[in-house]
């Protein structure tokens, strides 16, 4: 069974630092894309980021372009999402999700979510 | 405001059949493929539609969809109080480099 799961959610001041985590399971993890997309309480989806199966690229939504990086470890299965200079603006859940072998948007995946609050 | 424009809310009634429309430009839907994603309250989005018309195998063939130049359709029939929920639409933006989504299009079976 394909799973996904986030992890290193939680509360933190503006202009601080998080980093997120999602461990994949059940498929070949270094053959296909993978993508960070968050919601903001309320609101709609927002595709954040996203990177090719074997890491070289990496892709930015403008709105995180300079302060997010997204990296990942196929050997651990595991994918990752540094956040800095939070704002509140970034408070929402952020889930992982699997892409085809290349970034097109095509998520036949979800984690569960991990909620990250930027409070000031 | 979200580069691909859906309708804020639809309704229909039990059995009916509802389209959902996603409208974008020649930069994404129009030059690739078109995904569509069911939300239900409180869970994380599942696939229903991806390369603009097929299925996954899991998703009855009451959901359907469709593509014509910059425009994709999202098509329930038989419509069930278990569909409601909220309906995305995503591809990829070419120009941008980057994916996107519809702002989300909520469904009510009245």
């Known amino acids: 069974e394909v799973q996904l799961l986030e992890s290193g959610g939680g509360l933190v001041q503006t202009g601080g630092s998080l980093r997120l985590s999602c461990v994949a399971s059940?498929?070949?993890?270094?053959?296909?894309?993978m993508s960070w997309v968050r919601q903001a309480p309320g609101k709609g989806l927002e595709w954040v980021s996203a990177?090719?199966?074997?890491?070289?690229?990496?892709f930015y939504a403008g709105s995180v372009k300079g302060r997010f990086t997204t990296s990942r470890d196929n050997y651990l299965k595991t994918l990752y999402l540094q956040m800095n200079s939070l704002t509140v603006e970034d408070t929402a859940v952020y889930y992982c999700a699997k892409d085809d072998f290349y970034a097109v948007v095509n998520f036949d995946c979800w984690g569960q979510g991990t909620l990250v609050t930027v409070s000031s | 405001q979200s580069v691909l424009t859906q309708p804020p809310s639809v309704s229909a009634a039990p059995g009916q059949k509802v389209s959902i429309s996603c409208s974008g430009s020649s930069s994404d839907i129009g030059n690739n493929f078109v995904s569509w994603y069911q939300q239900l309250p409180g869970t994380a989005p599942k696939l229903l539609i991806y390369d603009d018309n097929k299925r996954p195998s899991v998703i009855p063939d009451r959901f359907s969809g469709s593509k014509s130049a910059t425009s994709a359709t999202l098509g329930i029939s038989g419509l069930q109080t278990g569909d409601e929920a909220d309906y995305y639409c995503?591809?990829?933006?070419?120009?941008?480099?980057?994916?996107?989504f519809g702002g989300g299009t909520k469904l009510t079976v009245l």
């Open positions: 990177i090719s199966g074997s890491g070289a690229n990496t």
């Open positions: 995503g591809t990829w933006h070419s120009s941008l480099g980057a994916g996107v």
């Open positions: 059940g498929f070949t993890f270094g053959s296909y894309a």
